[in-house]
């Protein structure tokens, strides 16, 4: 084999690489908070989580705070929650069986603090390059007609366990339920790292599922059903019949 059709061989497999490889954004429209800058340059990065109690009223009656280093969990407390949280509603059916009842009960909901790298320090740390493999369409959702985008965001602290969560909905799970599978199959991601330090992170990744970009085996198989259909029609010719004449004696 040629060094020219090894070197057409690399390009293509690379392409093909690229192609199937997911858009990753780190740092983008994230959010989150400033973390600590310390006079030696230390920064002290990481999440924070906040598990409340909702009474029926949706007011908070309790709070548990989760977290590490300390300083961050101080930090935290001082953020101020909202007042009021939607309850969480306990729906049941009447004795008809038709009408449903929902009341509200008491239930927990957490809330997260993600403390990264201030924005102005950002152009100075290191990032790895992220690999994300595109996943393959769900079966049943390309059945169903289902298409949308997913956003998935990752958070990566110092320690790099890393937190996956969605920003935005497609409207279904099955693609849901997908793009989540294949940002966790590419684990562990890592932090980044700001003067040797390693420093929080956060990753935004979009995973657009298109029916337009999928091709329709059923469609495919037609058209060339039709297409040897037409060619056996043109080559079928009726044989011509050949003239006798009679010949009189």
Not at 35 to 61: C, F, R, S, W, Y
Not at 91 to 97: A, F, I, K, P, W
């Amino acid at each position: 084999m040629s060094k020219l059709t090894l070197l057409l061989l690399s390009s293509l497999l690379a392409a093909s690489a690229i192609a199937d490889t997911l858009p990753v954004q780190p740092w983008k429209n994230m959010g989150g908070y400033d973390g600590i800058v310390l006079p030696n340059d230390k920064i002290i990065t990481g999440m924070v989580t906040a598990t409340v109690l909702i009474n029926e009223q949706g007011h908070i009656e309790q709070t548990e705070w989760q977290g590490e280093p300390q300083e961050l969990v101080e930090l935290a407390q001082r953020t101020r929650l909202p007042a009021y949280v939607e309850p969480y509603q306990s729906c049941t059916y009447d004795e008809t069986q038709t009408q449903q009842i929902c009341t509200p009960s008491a239930s927990q909901k957490k809330f997260r603090f993600f403390y990264m790298l201030p924005k102005h320090l950002r152009k100075e740390a290191f990032t790895k390059p992220v690999k994300i493999q595109k996943p393959p369409y769900p079966a049943l959702a390309q059945e169903a007609g289902e298409e949308g985008t997913v956003i998935i965001g990752a958070f990566v602290p110092p320690t790099g366990s890393t937190f996956l969560y969605t920003i935005k909905s497609s409207g279904s799970r099955r693609l849901d339920k997908a793009a989540y599978s294949a940002v966790r199959a590419s684990l562990p991601l890592h932090p980044a790292t700001y003067k040797k330090q390693p420093v929080a992170i956060a990753y935004q990744i979009p995973i657009k599922f298109s029916l337009e970009s999928e091709p329709n085996t059923d469609s495919t198989k037609a058209e060339k059903t039709i297409d040897s259909t037409q060619k056996t029609t043109k080559n079928t010719k009726k044989p011509k019949r050949k003239k006798t004449r009679n010949t009189k004696k």
